[in-house]
T-cell receptor, first 113, second 114 residues
Framework: KAGVTQTPRYLIKTRGQQVTLSCSPI?????VSWYQQTPGQGLQFLFE???????NKGNFPGRFSGRQFSNSRSEMNVSTLELGDSALYLC????????????FGEGSRLTVL | GESVGLHLPTLSVQEGDNSIINCAYS??????FIWYKQESGKGPQFIID?????DKRQGQRVTVLLNKTVKHLSLQIAATQPGDSAVYFC?????????????FGRGTSLIVHP
């Protein structure tokens, strides 16, 4: 069974640009959640999608958005990038609602210059 | 490999020793706790979980202890191996709108010396 796949693995952007990250969950998993990981703040919850609906959202500005498609694949978008958005963005999937056992991808490493 | 956190608490042990990683959580309403392991360059991996109606749970070579009185969680790893070297996170979960929202601790870096 394939794991959670995130693309791209690495990307470099400049301030003011926007970025879209993609996540393919484990087959059969309907919940997808996104996290930002930085050395300063650790792992922080961004949002969670279930059946194409955003069910929960963390404390991030509106520049951070996401969506989920009917096949459970998810994308997140960050607009008007800031230097502080440089981070590892992790996607996790779970079978039903956001349960404890989250299956994480390897992340997308975003560098904003 | 990548560093997932600067200035993390670090625990250094010898191969074969037992390791104890501690975590303090903040919300007394948290009712579900998980430990994750993150190896360099990878995403976190679920290790073991415990619900608030329990104070101990054992897995293969790992034991989680929960002390709700002092809001403290610990992960014990028996006979630590070099492959256990990683950053370990605890996560407290609070039920919200039908799902759980995890709050992750800052992590502890475990270094196992052969």
């Amino acid at each position: 069974k394939a794991g959670v796949t995130q693309t791209p693995r690495y990307l470099i952007k400049t301030r003011g640009q926007q970025v879209t990250l993609s996540c393919s969950p484990i087959s059969g998993h309907r919940s997808v959640s996104w996290y930002q990981q930085t050395p300063g703040q650790g792992l922080q919850f961004l949002f969670e999608y279930f059946s194409e609906t955003q069910r929960n959202k963390g404390n991030f500005p509106g520049r951070f958005s996401g969506r989920q498609f009917s096949n459970s694949r998810s994308e997140m978008n960050v607009s008007t990038l800031e230097l502080g958005d440089s981070a590892l963005y992790l996607c996790a999937s779970s079978l039903e609602q956001q349960s404890g056992e989250l299956f994480f991808g390897e992340g997308s490493r975003l560098t904003v210059l | 490999g990548e560093s997932v956190g600067l200035h993390l608490p670090t625990l250094s042990v010898q191969e074969g020793d037992n390791s104890i990683i501690n975590c303090a959580y903040s919300n007394s309403a948290s009712d579900y706790f998980i430990w994750y392991k993150q190896e360099s360059g990878k995403g976190p991996q679920f290790i073991i979980d415990i619900r608030s109606n329990m104070d101990k749970r054992q897995g293969q070579r790992v034991t989680v202890l929960l002390n709700k009185t002092v809001k403290h969680l610990s992960l014990q790893i028996a006979a630590t191996q070099p492959g256990d070297s990683a950053v370990y996170f605890c996560a407290e979960n609070i039920g919200w709108g039908g799902s759980y929202i995890p709050t992750f601790g800052r992590g502890t870096s475990l270094i196992v010396h052969p």
